[in-house]
Structure formats: C-alpha cells, structure tokens
C-alpha cells in the first residue's frame, strides 16, 4: 500500500527557516520522480521543487536559492528545508510521486505553512 505522509509545517515569522518532511511507503523514493507541491486558496497547484530518478533536480524562480529539496533513500523520506521565508510562501504543501516528473500518481495529504510579515 502506497502512502505519502507530510509533516513538518507550521507557523514562523518571515525570515524564518522550517524542515518539511514527507515519509513515503510502498516504494522506494529513488524510483519515482518525486516533488513538493504549494497551493493557497482559490488557486491551482503548484509544483515548486522535483527530483527525478536521475537525481536531477529542478526549482521554480521563486523558491530558488531559497529552498533545497532533499531525498535520502535510507530513510525513503523526501525534505524540503525551506529558508528566509516569505508570507508569499504561506500555502498547503504537499509532496508528490509518479513515474515521471509530469505524471504525478500518489499524493500526500498537505502540510500547512503559515509565514507571518
């Protein structure tokens, strides 16, 4: 059975830094593209940060220099530490997981972040 499991979210002031983790069972985190998805109210998801099987990874402008998306096979967890936050990175954040990094098949059930100005 395959379940992805955020945590990690919170409340921080902006400038503040906070470690998203997403615990994953029924497959091995390096087989799958793996990605960290942000959605606020009213808009459509969004993918900020993936990692394909070949360990290319890639990061939209706005979370970039910002934010490291972290996949360690050991503990088949994915990461996102999230660094100098801003109130624009307030939003639901979910990881995803599919066979390619458009194709996303198993999904989390979020994570709330909530970046006080």
């Known amino acids: 059975q395959v379940d992805l499991v955020e945590s990690g979210g919170g409340s921080v002031e902006s400038g503040g830094s906070l470690r998203l983790s997403c615990a994953v069972s029924?497959?091995?985190?390096?087989?799958?593209?793996m990605s960290w998805f942000r959605q606020t109210p009213g808009q459509e998801r969004e993918a900020i940060a993936d990692?394909?099987?070949?360990?290319?990874?890639g990061y939209i402008d706005a979370v970039k220099g910002r934010f490291t998306i972290i996949q360690d096979n050991e503990k088949n967890t994915l990461y996102l530490q999230m660094n100098s936050l801003k109130s624009t990175d307030t939003a639901m954040y979910y990881c995803?997981?599919?066979?390619?990094?458009?194709?996303?098949?198993?999904w989390g059930h979020g994570t709330q972040v909530t970046v006080s100005s």
């Open positions: 029924g497959f091995t985190v390096g087989s799958h593209c």
């Open positions: 995803a997981a599919g066979r390619r990094c458009y194709e996303f098949t198993y």
């Open positions: 990692i394909d099987v070949d360990g290319m990874i």
